[in-house]
């Protein structure tokens, strides 16, 4: 079988024709693996969580890239620093919050509520105060109304701007799956003790 070729229109040098075609069988698997790569790092095409965003959830926002948690650091009931990636291995649930904030307080029941559910599984509701070191007697008496929740302090008011992007209203609950990675983010009051909730927490944790 002859080889046929055609000729470019300047009258370029000839090109046989499995050449283009080997070429363009190159470009095809090369974009196929493209759009394999990006669904491997970018979480919107990782999960099937938007879906989830509805209801008390509806302000549930997916993160712009996958990426791992803030370094920076906070206390624990002990005074003891601890890191949000000291609880990898579990679905986290992170929540910014202070007494001074009317929609945390309104909201931290449900917090309780959730942590509560989820018992004995492998999700870990981190709820952390960004109370002024003079208000810190005040948030560890109001957590301690919302077992079992314990009690986390950020003095400084560094984790919300550590995360990227920054956190900065209060309430923020940003979710980790138990690979570290964040998931999503709610930014304002919600009902955390709902279906909706569950149903995004599920979803994460059947995915971990």
């Known amino acids: 079988m002859s080889e046929r070729s055609d000729e470019g229109a300047a009258g370029g040098p000839k090109i046989p024709l499995r050449w283009v075609l080997g070429g363009v069988a190159v470009l095809g698997v090369a974009a ?7 669904a491997s790092i970018n979480p919107q095409q990782e999960t099937s969580l938007k879906g989830f965003a509805k209801g008390e959830m509806a302000k549930f926002a997916l993160p712009v890239e996958a990426a791992p948690p803030p370094a920076a650091g906070f206390l624990d009931a002990k005074g003891q620093t601890r890191r949000i990636a000291d609880f990898r291995g579990k679905v986290v649930v992170v929540n910014m919050w202070a007494t001074w904030c009317a929609p945390c307080v309104i909201e931290m029941p449900t917090l309780a509520k959730l942590a509560k559910s989820y018992e ?7 709820a952390i105060s960004v109370d002024r070191p003079d208000d810190e007697a ?18 400084k008011m560094a984790i919300p701007f550590a995360f990227k992007p ?14 570290g990675v964040e998931r999503g983010r709610l930014a304002g009051e919600a009902d955390w003790s709902g279906k909706e909730a569950k149903a995004l927490i599920d979803k994460v944790l059947a995915e971990s």
Not at 166 to 175: C, D, E, F, R, W
């Open 32 to 38: 196929v693996l493209y759009i394999i790569g990006q």
């Open 166 to 179: 920054a956190a900065v209203g209060m309430p923020t609950t940003v979710i980790y799956g138990a690979d």
């Open 138 to 155: 005040k948030a560890r008496a109001f957590i301690a109304k919302h077992a079992p929740l314990a009690f986390y302090h950020d003095p």
């Open 120 to 126: 004995g599984k492998n999700v870990e509701v981190v």
